[in-house]
């Protein structure tokens, strides 16, 4: 059993503080991704329910502990949408920080789901700082992803999903940003399929976990430059990192022209919409495809909140 | 209970011969749609799974009693898919005839899936017409949408899945072109959750089963016209219509420019690529606003298997 913060009680557990709407999401082979990845791929679809990413495993556990209480968040957009919709059904007042570069559409969206929304001019992690500021002030909950360990375990529902499939893979490939779906896969993943290689996946555009994770120690960036807005960290968290560190295989850096190449071969091939941060696993198999060749591999596909016309130009030219 | 062919009892009992992945699909509120379309929706998706459509509900069923031998199928493109998925496990030796207009998407993963693949320089009608000669020629078996009871009532799996919905709903749109989902779901609602109305819609430009279905003996057209490849059939099953004489509450006919509509809403405010056919439910809304203001209402998103230029150029450009 991996020696995290995490629990496998806990997280299953979590599975029934979790509305249905986000568990058992499908996972299916997806053939005409194949000859171009030379591997076999399977998907873990975690857009389709209301909030349009997996973070509402996560959140759910949060608003049913904090109902009828008040939160605030730093988000890159779907962490504060998650929280919107699992705390409107709770009596949760939540105020979400977020950058105002975050895409429109998941600024759009918290904003529809009765959460306050505070703009920051910078950043995910100066949105945090000022989360922090507020939590402070007001004396609410400051809702933390990844440190809270509760975000970490609702991704972690994914996991034991994945543990139950019946079709054996040999590695399962996680968008890695601040370390939530890491970290919560990787330890279910450690704990119920040792076999199965986990593999984080971070843009070389903002590449601060991944850095730390080989340095094992905390490594800051000074900025981010990648379309993945959803895992543009610089600041990694210490005990996140310690997590991640006894349950990630490998983690690695991919190409911005490669995270637009996964965007296009998952629409093209796969018929599927996704934000960034949800093809850095098909990034990874194309860059290095004698790792994955002839293997199974699953990739989490974690979002699809895009603003419509910037996805129509990241995918506007076909694949050659 | 409605007096169809079809049989809750036989329908519960196809759940177990159906894989998985092709069971309790997700069911989400979209509320991103609801402020174009003046109501609540909810999809249905079932195009989260090998074959991205709902078809292999029943083809798992088919192939499930005829391991190991022979059949031959007309298809629209994903019957044929379909069957060939659920054949290929089972030994079933599978021959699909297709139009050679068909969407190349379809027909490539046909082949892909190992399925005899045979063209008709025709419409889907004519390849009807080619399978029953070939099944009669080789004496297999004929696989005949709609008409082979195990369609609809793979179909009606949906059905089961929707009337165990938490949440409650008004209305059910289905894409109508043989009938297969709208008997197969509207056998089931009509006997589990009678309450809910049954609209199937079809486009204007081939609208046989719904003429056929006001007039309540079939109707045959000479043509079809519309970009829903999926359901453009000029012949009905006289068998067919009279199950959905007894399970459909109201059968529409919805114009081309609706259905484009109804695929640029699908991307940009759900963020899911669809082929036409699984946009009709949208486009009915869109021409009938008034009928569903306030309720809830629940479409099927039936299949996204799309040419990807074509579906480039149907949503090419954005919505006003």
């Given at each position: 059993m ?9 997280i ?5 503080l ?5 568990l058992?999401?499908p ?9 171009d ?6 998907i873990?679809?975690e857009?389709?329910?209301p ?13 049913s502990?904090l ?6 968040c730093?988000?890159a957009g779907?962490l504060?949408q998650?929280?919107?919709w699992?705390?409107?059904?709770r009596?949760?007042d939540?105020t ?8 429109a ?5 918290i904003?529809?789901?009765d ?10 992690d ?10 402070a002030?007001?004396g609410i909950?400051?809702v933390?992803?990844?440190l809270?360990?509760?975000?970490c375990?609702?991704a972690?529902?994914?996991g034991?999903?994945l ?5 054996p893979?040999?590695?399962v ?9 890491a ?7 450690k704990?119920?399929a040792p076999?199965?290689e986990?593999?984080?996946v ?7 976990m ?9 490594v ?5 430059d ?7 960290g610089?600041r990694p968290?210490?005990?996140v990192?310690?997590d991640?560190l ?12 490669s ?5 296009r ?8 919409v ?5 093809a850095?696993?098909i990034a990874?198999?194309?860059e290095?495809?004698d790792r994955?060749a ?8 974690c979002?699809?909140n895009?603003d ?12 050659p």
């Open positions: 991996p020696e995290t913060r995490l629990d496998i009680a806990r299953r557990a979590a599975r029934r979790i509305h249905p709407v986000f058992d999401t996972l299916f082979r997806c053939e005409a991704l194949d000859p990845l030379g591997c076999a791929v399977s873990k679809l857009t389709a329910n909030v349009r990413s997996f973070k509402g495993r996560g959140t759910e556990v949060i608003a502990l109902a009828g209480q008040a939160a605030v730093a988000s779907n504060g998650a929280l919107a699992s705390g409107r059904g009596g949760l939540v979400v920080v977020a950058s105002r570069f975050a895409p559409a998941k600024l759009d969206r904003r529809a789901l959460a306050t929304l505070e703009l920051v001019d910078g950043d995910f100066m949105a945090r700082e000022r989360a922090a500021d507020i939590a002030r007001d909950r400051l933390e992803d990844s809270d360990i509760e975000t375990e609702g972690g529902t994914i034991l999903e543990a139950d499939a019946a079709a893979f040999g590695a490939l996680i968008a890695l940003g601040g370390g939530t779906p970290t919560g896969v990787g330890h279910v993943m704990a119920l076999g199965v986990v593999i984080c971070q843009p070389l555009g903002a590449p601060a991944t850095l730390s994770w080989r340095k094992r120690r905390v800051t960036t000074d900025t981010t990648t379309i993945a807005d959803g895992v543009a610089r968290i210490p005990a990192l310690d991640l006894q349950v990630a295989d490998d983690a690695v850096l991919v190409q911005e022209a995270i637009l190449a996964g965007l071969l998952l629409l093209e091939r796969a018929g599927l996704v934000e960034p941060s949800a850095l696993g990874a198999i194309l290095d495809r994955f002839d293997r199974h591999v699953v990739t989490i596909v979002g699809s895009v419509i016309d910037t996805y129509r130009r990241w995918v506007g030219s076909p694949l």
